[in-house]
């Protein structure tokens, strides 16, 4: 191991890291509080500005895996695509296999320039995780309870504001709606059957109504759904634990562009439209599974520096303010003050594995877990 590797597994470096996400995510949420007057007299500026905040949050995740852990994030894509994407608003539709997915794709937001601002179809319990979810209520991001009864008005009217968002945005959608666990696939596929489609190897059944919705409502918003596939080289499976402690990953994502144009308004052609489209990426992935690499041409965007530069930035802005104030509690010598604070220090800790914890797997919900009454036809 060398001397920076050593470094980067160091647990001082990583919670020097996470004091610097926690306070400036704060801030940066007590600011977003701050602009909500704004949203009655100047809705587009108030948007612009919390565009920008929230990249001073989200960016730092990236950096974190960039910069920190040195990932590498390979894309193969088309190249006359590839001139389009970040200049236009556009739907994501990404596989949920991986605790770190969404990370990769905000390194992708970031490095066509759309981070601050894009988007996904998210469960409301994600709304209530500090920072990230308190951030993403000033984005507009859209909420679901996973219960197509409440979220078919509410997914609507969400995505309905979207449509005179005055900047590029990516709207992310994982239609499997659950991260994929054997268990989870198995009962998906049984559905599957019962509906007399293909099985599925490397995917759960997606779920088609937030599909169909999204595109139905941003007709004439986005230009494109971007069919995206993510793998890991090596059988890696990546975790946010893993980054933090410096690991390095390389992903590989390969993306197809579909002009809107070409999805079927019809629900149910919708439906099957999307159906063809996961038996496609099952066969990229049986395709990577096999050869260690997609179909298609590689053209990877470079990593850019503004995320490191962001974290630098509040790093020297709040590590100062650290220091004097160890240096203060340790030279007033008082038993209680220093007490207090190991205490302060250790709920933080705690608050931020638990939100750690949000992305990891084996603590993942239990929806898509429970098997459903099938009619065999
Ligand atoms: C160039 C670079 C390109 C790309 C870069 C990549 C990405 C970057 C882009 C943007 C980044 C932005 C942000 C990222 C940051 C963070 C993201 C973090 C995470 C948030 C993610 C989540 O929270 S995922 C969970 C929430 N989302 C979803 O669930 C979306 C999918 N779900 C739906 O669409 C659902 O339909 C629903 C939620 C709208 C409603 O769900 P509900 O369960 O109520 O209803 P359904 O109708 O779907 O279910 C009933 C039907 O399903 C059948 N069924 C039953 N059991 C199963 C089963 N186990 N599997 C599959 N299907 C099942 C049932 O038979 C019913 O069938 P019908 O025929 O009646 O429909
Ligand atoms: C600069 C580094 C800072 C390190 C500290 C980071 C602390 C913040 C960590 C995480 C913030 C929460 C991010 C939320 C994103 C979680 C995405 C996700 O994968 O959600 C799961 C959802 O799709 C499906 O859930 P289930 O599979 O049904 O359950």
Known sequence: MGLLQLLKSQFLCQLII????????LIVNLLQLCTSPLWLINKQLARRLNVRLAYCISSQMVAALEWWSGTECTLYTDPKSYSLYGNENAIVVLNH??????????????????????????KKELAYVPIIGWMWYFLEIVFCKRKWEEDRTTVAQSLQRLQDYPENFW???????????????????????????????????????????????????AAAVYDSTLNFRNNEVPTLLGILNGKKYHADLYVRRIPLELIPEDEAECAAWLHKLYQEKDSFQEHYTETGCFPGPIVSPARRPWSLINWLFWSCLLLYPLALLLIQLISSGSVLTIVVSAAICYAASAGVRWMIGQTEINRGSNYGNKEVPLNKN
């Open 171 to 221: 709207f992310l959608l994982y239609c499997e709606g659950t991260r994929f666990t054997p268990k989870k696939h198995q009962i998906s596929m049984q559905v599957a059957e019962s509906k007399g489609l293909p099985k599925l190897k490397y995917h759960l059944l997606p779920r088609t109504k937030g599909f169909w919705v999204t595109v139905q409502n941003l007709r004439g918003t």
């Open 18 to 25: 996470c004091y610097v996400f926690l306070a400036s995510g």
């Open 97 to 122: 296999m991986f605790e770190i997915d969404f990370l990769c794709g905000w390194t992708f937001c970031e490095r066509f320039g759309v981070l601050g601002s894009s988007k996904v179809l998210a």
